[in-house]
């Protein structure tokens, strides 16, 4: 089965310009993840949708980024305008059931963003 | 709040050496433990995990033990190969809600010569 898409894989751009992010989560997963991963340090969660609901998006900085999945499926990042420090991998996951402790998400590729 | 503290690295061992990476984590309530593992180029894969006190997670010659009392979940391999060479970060659900939310720790960089 196809894994969990993710795209573009690179980024550059000035800071206070915008950009977003795109992912495909596995076929039939409801439960979609986006994480950021600033170098070497584990990965945070950013927001959490069940469908195409939100479930969490307590540490998603709202001034300046947001989130939608249309139609329970994919889902788009975006930042604007952009700061050097959201340079980061954004990691996109998903996970089949509707939202557990013992569900296993499946992780993207990620997309690196440098702002400079 | 709920976190996890892993050891620092970069761990660096000769092929077929005994790997262990700590982890230990503090939480309310009652988390489900991963390792997730990120080989050089690719994305994050789970490795194994452990959803209730004493469960021992397996995979690939890999295995933790879930240890309520010691509040770690502690990695090990009897045998270290090359191909073993990747980041590895240990991970918790959120103790209190039932979400999924996962809290990483930093990862460790494991290297393994020949």
């Known amino acids: 089965e196809a894994g969990v898409a993710q795209s573009p894989r690179y980024k550059i751009i000035e800071k206070r310009q915008s950009v977003a992010f795109w992912c495909n989560p596995i076929s039939g997963h409801a439960t979609l993840y986006w994480y950021q991963q600033i170098l070497g340090q584990g990965p945070k969660l950013l927001i959490q949708f069940q469908n195409n609901g939100v479930v969490d998006d307590s540490q998603l900085p709202k001034d300046r980024f947001s989130a939608e999945r249309l139609k329970g499926v994919d889902s788009t990042l975006k930042i604007q305008p952009a700061k050097l420090e959201d340079s980061a991998v954004y990691l996109c996951a998903s996970s089949p059931g509707l939202a557990g402790n013992s569900d296993t998400q499946y992780f993207g590729p990620g997309t690196r963003l440098t702002v400079l | ?114």
């Open chain 2, 1 to 114: 709040g709920d976190s996890v503290t892993q050891m620092e690295g970069p761990v660096t061992l000769s092929e077929e050496a005994f790997l262990t990476i700590n982890c230990t984590y503090t939480a309310t309530g009652y988390p489900s433990l991963f390792w997730y593992v990120q080989y050089p180029g690719e994305g994050l894969q789970l490795l194994l995990k452990a959803t209730k006190a004493d469960d021992k997670g397996s995979n690939k010659g890999f295995e933790a033990t879930y240890r309520k009392e010691t509040t770690s979940f502690h990695l090990e391999k009897g045998s270290v190969q090359v191909s073993d060479s990747a980041v590895y970060f240990c991970a918790q659900t959120h103790g209190s809600s039932n979400t999924g939310k996962l809290i990483f720790g930093q990862g460790t960089t494991l290297q393994v010569k020949p």
